[in-house]
Nanobody, 121 residues
Framework: QVWLVESGGGSVQAGGSLRLSCAVS????????MGWFRQAPGKEREFVAA????????YHADSVKGRFTISKDNAKSTVYLQMSRLKPEDTAVYYC??????????????WGQGTQITVST
């Protein structure tokens, strides 16, 4: 069975921090790269961060570099997105996703339901 469940969303003031978690079914998690995406109202989905299965390779979009960090816990089949120094423009629905294979580049096939992040001034 395939499932990805995000948690940790909510409202925060600008400059604050949040940590998103994505619990993933073992079958979906093992051996696969994981990513975080976001979509703000009226905008296209944005690729935010990704991590290879081994954890040796990560990607962070320029818009979040230095503020967000992706990580994972293989024992818990969970991927995290630590977000700090949040800005109003970070407001969006955040999705975690997985793709077949070790590397984070490529098409992501399985998606969570999303969690809302709202950053206020």
């Amino acid at each position: 069975q395939v499932w990805l469940v995000e948690s940790g969303g909510g409202s925060v003031q600008a400059g604050g921090s949040l940590r998103l978690s994505c619990a993933v079914s073992r079958r979906t998690f093992n051996g696969n790269a994981m990513g975080w995406f976001r979509q703000a109202p009226g905008k296209e989905r944005e690729f935010v961060a990704a991590i290879s299965w081994s954890g040796d390779s990560t990607y962070h979009a320029d818009s979040v570099k230095g503020r967000f960090t992706i990580s994972k816990d293989n024992a818990k089949s969970t991927v995290y997105l630590q977000m700090s120094r949040l800005k109003p423009e970070d407001t969006a629905v955040y999705y975690c996703a997985s793709r077949d294979g070790e590397r984070w580049r490529g098409l992501y096939e399985c998606w969570g339901q999303g969690t809302q992040i709202t950053v206020s001034t």
